[in-house]
Structures are given as C-alpha cells and as structure tokens.
C-alpha cells in the first residue's frame, strides 16, 4: 500500500510538471516528491518491524520512558519505540538499516537517490546565497528538467523496491495473514479447515463471503461471539454480543489482536 501510495502522488506531480509551472511550484514539487518517498520508505519498514519487532537492529534492550508506557500499550507502544529508533537517522544510516532489515538489495539507482536527497538539503539549508557585492539575495530554483530527471529516478526506484518486496515477501498474502490469525483464535478442531468457513477469492487475495459450516454449533459461546465478530467484516451478520467479562484471556488477546490488525489486513 505504502509503495501503490507514493506511485500516485508521482503521477499527480507528473501532471503538475504538464502544467509548466513556475520556479517556486517547481521546488515546491520537488521537496514533496522527496518527502513522499522518505515517508514511504519509514512507512514500509514501520509495518515490518511493527510485526516483527524482534528485528529491531539495536541491542537486547530499548529504553522506555515512564510517560509513553503510561499511555501506550502493545502494538502502539512498538510503534512509539519504532518511531523513537528511526527518527534522527542520517540517510545513510537509514537505507542500511531498511535494506538490511527487509532483506532486499538495494535497487540499482540507488545512488542517483542519494543524490536527490543532497540536492534537497541543500535546497532547503543552503539554498539562499547572499551577492554583497550586487547587493541582492540569489536562490537556487529547481529545474524542469532536474524535477523531470529526479521523477524517471523515483519511477525506477519504486519499481525496483516493489520487485523486491513482492518477491522476498510473496508468502505473505493477506489470505495467508488471515489464516493465520484464524488458526491462532479457533485451536478447536471445529474450525481446522479455513476454507470451511469462507469463501475465497485468491486472485484478489481477499474474503468474498462465509459458509455455514457442519459443527458449528458446537462451538463454545466465546468461539461463537469470534466467529460472529469474523463474519461481520464480511456482511451484514448480526453479532451476538454476550458478556466480556466471560471471555477468557486467550480470547480477550484475539479479540483486541483482531481490532488492532484490521486497521492493516482488510478481509474483504
């Protein structure tokens, strides 16, 4: 999604460089390109180590202040602890950690970026020149031709960057996701078989709608309430609530895991 994103905002400036624009649109246009890919990038590896924390490339330990574990918890905690461990990262610094991390070579061009990113910097920090001599300011303006050049670099980039991740990652489906999730919550026997319960379109790697399936109505009530909470992803099925108190723990943890992945894996 993050990559699908930032291709969008690259066609959007495209059109923007069709209108011929003027210098200051023009560095306008070219920071924010810069800026998408960055957020991008800081995007991708977030949802990664958000799920795989245990890759965090730093020591066994992370220093947590009192404040934040006060008014975070699970997986907004990582994310806090994520955030706090990318941010203040030199770029260098950051495509070693992303690369590494992932799994991935870093795409061919990699260098023409990081010469982008110079460039940015020093459009942003060094871009006014003083002329005492003349007694006028001179600012460094973009070009059409340099927006243009660093557009196709990008293009290229996000192709090669998505290559990689849909080859290292090509296991992980959202079906796949959800299966698993479905197997952590239902350990009954009744729920062995995923496809008993669902139907499934594989080429749009997505739930489409659910069965009826033989023995479901031997499931215990908490495996029941789940189960209604599934299907209501997916239709209009009405969800039995029945007292949460009386879910146990292990259900409890489904329950609050299922509300926080849905923001990231849509069953439909």
């Not at 460089?17 to 991008?40: A, C, K, T």
């Not at 990262?89 to 950051?94: G, L, T, V």
């Not at 001179?138 to 196709?152: A, D, K, N, R």
């Not at 659910?210 to 189960?227: C, D, I, Q, V």
Request: charged share 25%; with cysteine.
């Amino acid at each position: 999604m993050p990559i699908a994103a930032t291709e969008a905002r690259v066609a959007e400036i495209e059109h923007e460089m069709s209108l011929r624009p003027g210098p200051v649109v023009l560095n306008g246009l070219f920071l924010m390109l810069v800026s998408y890919v960055e957020s991008m990038q800081k995007s991708v590896l977030t949802h990664y180590l958000k799920y795989q924390p245990e890759e965090i490339p730093v020591k066994k330990t992370m220093e947590i202040d009192k404040t934040v574990l006060a008014a975070n918890e699970d997986f907004c905690l990582v994310e806090h602890l994520i955030s706090e461990f990318l941010r203040g990262m030199s770029y260098p610094q950051f495509s070693e950690v992303f690369y590494k991390t992932l799994g991935i070579k870093k795409p061919g061009n990699e260098s023409k970026i990081s010469e982008i990113k110079t460039k940015r910097n020093e459009v942003i920090h060094r871009n006014l020149r003083t002329d005492f001599k003349h007694k006028k300011a001179v600012y460094e303006q973009i070009s059409p031709s340099y927006l243009s050049s660093s557009l196709g670099g990008y293009t290229v980039y996000l192709n090669s960057l998505k290559g990689s991740l849909s080859d290292k990652y090509a296991k992980c489906t959202k079906l796949n996701a959800l299966r698993e999730l479905w197997h952590y919550t239902f350990e009954t026997p009744l729920c062995a078989v995923f496809e008993d319960f669902w139907h499934i379109d594989t080429d749009k790697d997505s739930i489409v709608g659910y069965k009826s399936a033989r023995g479901e109505a031997n499931l215990s009530h908490s495996e029941t309430f789940m189960l209604g909470i599934w299907r209501s992803q997916v239709s209009g099925y009405k969800v039995d609530f029945i007292n949460m108190a009386s879910l146990g723990e292990h259900m409890q943890y489904c329950l609050y895991t299922f509300l926080k992945l849905s923001n990231d894996i849509f069953m439909y």
